[in-house]
């Protein structure tokens, strides 16, 4: 079973738009590169055609990958949620015991952001954070052993 992939609605949108850009536009465009590699002669010495293929094959598997995100997508309500931390969030925290404080937007990588790391609601911080409202504690089991972190604010 695909897992559900939790995006904001411009994130579906801009996926959606990409998707359907490759599938048209960027098959027609690297099936000419090909053929003109083609055209150079003998294939086995042509790195024009080698190169054409591999950018081909990348495509093919970014194709499929947004294929099945999409399928799988749930269009995230970003007015609901109210004050407490839900995906799509990007929440300031602060880990006990140091001053900094870390933003990280908590959703999908495709949702990225500049200058905001982002974070995965099914990760052990993702999972602690949700549902908390600022000025809470939350704890979650790190590699390095138990953290804590103080949700600063909620975006």
């Known amino acids: 079973m695909a897992q559900v992939q939790k ?3 411009a994130a579906f949108d801009r996926l959606q738009d990409e998707f359907t850009l490759l599938t048209t536009t960027g098959r027609i465009d690297i099936a000419r590169k090909i053929e003109t590699a083609r055209e150079l002669g003998d294939l086995s010495e042509n790195g024009d055609y080698h190169a054409a293929k591999e950018e081909q094959g990348k495509m093919e598997g970014r194709i499929a990958h947004l294929s099945s995100m999409l ?3 749930e269009i995230v309500d970003e007015s609901a949620g109210g004050d407490s931390v839900r995906a799509g969030s990007i929440v300031s925290i602060q880990y006990i015991g140091d001053d900094e404080i870390e933003k990280y937007l908590l959703g999908s990588i495709e949702e990225r952001i500049e200058n905001t790391e982002v974070v995965s609601p099914s990760s052990p911080l993702g999972e602690a954070l949700l549902g908390n409202k600022v000025d809470e ?6 590699p390095g052993g138990l953290l804590k972190v103080k949700i600063v604010a909620i975006e």
């Open 7 to 9: 995006l904001s609605q």
């Open 71 to 73: 399928e799988d997508a």
């Open 137 to 142: 504690i939350v704890e979650y089991d790190a």
